[in-house]
């Protein structure tokens, strides 16, 4: 895959804490940057994917009172109010 140099201005305290994370998984900050955008995307990407589920659910009318879900958490064991 081509790659593309891109530029990134950081604080202090974020390089510091950037570097020690880089240097206990004995890695590049580089490295460690591109997994965390490539992670950010991914749950990003999951996120707005079930965002769009639970509205196409909504629309389809399939809900579940409030009443259901405080029931559902009492046969779970725990008090509600």
Do not use: C, P
Not at 18 to 45: H, M, P, Q
């Amino acid at each position: 895959m081509q790659t593309t140099s891109i530029s990134a201005r950081f604080d202090a305290e974020t390089l510091a804490r950037l570097d020690e994370i880089a240097k206990g998984l004995g890695k590049s900050r580089t490295a460690v940057i591109k997994d965390a955008v490539a992670n950010y995307l991914d749950y990003d990407f999951w996120f707005r994917e079930q965002v769009a589920k639970g509205l196409a659910d909504l629309d389809a009318g399939k809900t579940v009172t409030h009443e259901q879900v405080k029931n559902t958490v009492r046969e779970l064991g725990y008090h509600v109010d």
